[in-house]
């Protein structure tokens, strides 16, 4: 009876490791390399500034319908400036931002002047700490 329960714990454990390393494999395989962090900031920098200049002011109901035409046309034109402008944009935030790879994830530290933005890249994905 001791052996088979000795056994037992062994089978366990040994179950437990193999899926331990399939698990951290996946997030090894998975953890995001610099240029898709720098894709994925460079089009969040441009939807934030897309919002920035484009946002509609409080204004009366009979003045809504105006000014969101004028905000379609505002977004037309800086998204279509930011795709024009896509690679500049991304060699910036490159050359501004320090990456380390953890292996299993990845910190992103961004440094606009004024803001710093901090990211954790796992599992393919980005996640803002600030």
Not at 5 to 24: F, M, P, S, T
Not at 79 to 90: A, C, D, I, S
Not at 98 to 107: D, K, R
């Amino acid at each position: 009876m001791m052996d088979q329960d000795r056994i037992d714990r062994g089978y366990r454990v040994k179950n437990g490791l193999i899926a331990l390393l399939v698990i951290a494999g996946g997030f090894f395989v998975t953890n995001p390399e610099k240029p898709t962090y720098v894709d994925y900031a460079s089009v969040r920098f441009a939807e934030t500034a897309t919002e920035a200049i484009c946002r509609s002011p409080q204004l009366p109901g009979w003045a809504r319908s105006i000014t969101s035409s004028m905000q379609e046309v505002c977004r037309g034109t800086v998204e279509t400036g930011t795709n024009f402008g896509k690679e500049p944009l991304q060699n910036f935030i490159n050359g501004i931002t320090e990456h380390q790879n953890f292996l299993l994830f990845s910190t992103y530290t961004t440094k606009f002047p004024g803001r710093t933005v901090k990211t954790v890249g796992v599992l393919g994905n980005f996640f803002p700490l600030q």
